[in-house]
């Protein structure tokens, strides 16, 4: 029988992580995580301000390149493509970074079409069309890992006024799901990370103070986040797909939220 390597060591592969142009946000510490790891990163994200972040990860030694996309645009996904070449990693992270961002909340009853459409497109056809152009050359070479960043809001528990994002999120683990099965043997993974209340800079004082009653007791960092998605890109998780790894400090399991 052949062995199975368990070692966390990305040495020579290549990962590309999409939405990471905040400096103390999911996306960026998972660059730094990989790239910790040995494989080389290309980062994404909307602004040129992803060029910070590959300076940053440079500085420490780690082989990084930066692209600038809006990845609800088709074209400007195949041109990320183009420049990152050959992906062994992907981590979709790109998305509405705060569930509480102004112009996509709402119930069912009050969210319109437009509006509906437009929180979709960000959170779920993202993860769909980078996911798409990275598979099929995963497949051809008989390896890959996907990790999608969906969140425990949609496919664990919901918030008041978060129709659309939800939605978007459960959506992303039945994508997580499908693309497990139609590529699990050939030697692709994937899978999703939900993280509950982390401390980005997005994070308001509300949600600061959901995450301080958890029983862990405190809101998570995204290095918390960075850790699950090293693990299941490792060579060691090639028998984990299709999954879903909660990172939310037990808050999810509770019945009982008290400040205590």
């Known amino acids: 029988m052949n062995a199975i390597p368990t070692a966390i060591d990305l040495s020579g592969r290549s990962a590309l992580i999409t939405g990471a142009g905040a400096e103390l946000g999911i996306g960026f510490a998972a660059a730094r ?15 040129d301000r992803i060029e910070q972040r590959v300076a940053e990860l440079q500085a420490v030694g780690i082989a990084a390149s930066g692209f600038v996309a809006d990845l609800t645009n088709e074209r400007e996904v195949n041109a990320l493509l183009e420049f990152a070449g050959h992906v ?98 050939q030697g692709v993974t994937v899978n999703a990370v939900a993280p509950g209340w982390i401390a980005t800079a997005s994070l308001g004082p509300q949600e600061a103070s959901e995450g301080a009653i958890c029983p862990v007791g405190r809101c998570g960092n995204p290095d918390e986040i960075a850790s699950a998605i090293a693990w299941l890109a490792s060579p060691g998780a090639g028998y984990i797909t299709g999954q879903v790894i909660v990172v939310d400090g037990g808050n999810s399991i509770s019945e009982e939220h008290l400040n205590n």
């Open 33 to 47: 995580a990989l790239g910790d790891l040995g494989a080389r990163i290309v980062v994404t994200s909307t602004t």
């Open 88 to 185: 062994d990693i992907c981590v979709n992270n790109a998305g509405m970074v705060s569930v509480g961002e102004p112009g996509e909340t709402g119930d069912a009853r009050s969210l319109s079409l437009a509006t509906w459409r437009a929180g979709m497109t960000r959170n779920l056809d993202t993860a769909f069309m980078v996911s798409r152009a990275v598979v099929g050359p995963m497949i051809e070479a008989g390896w890959g890992r996907i990790v999608n960043v969906s969140s425990v809001t949609g496919p664990v528990v919901a918030m008041r006024g978060q129709a659309v994002y939800a939605a978007a999120k459960a959506g992303m683990v039945g994508l997580t799901r499908a693309m497990a099965v139609d590529s699990a043997r």
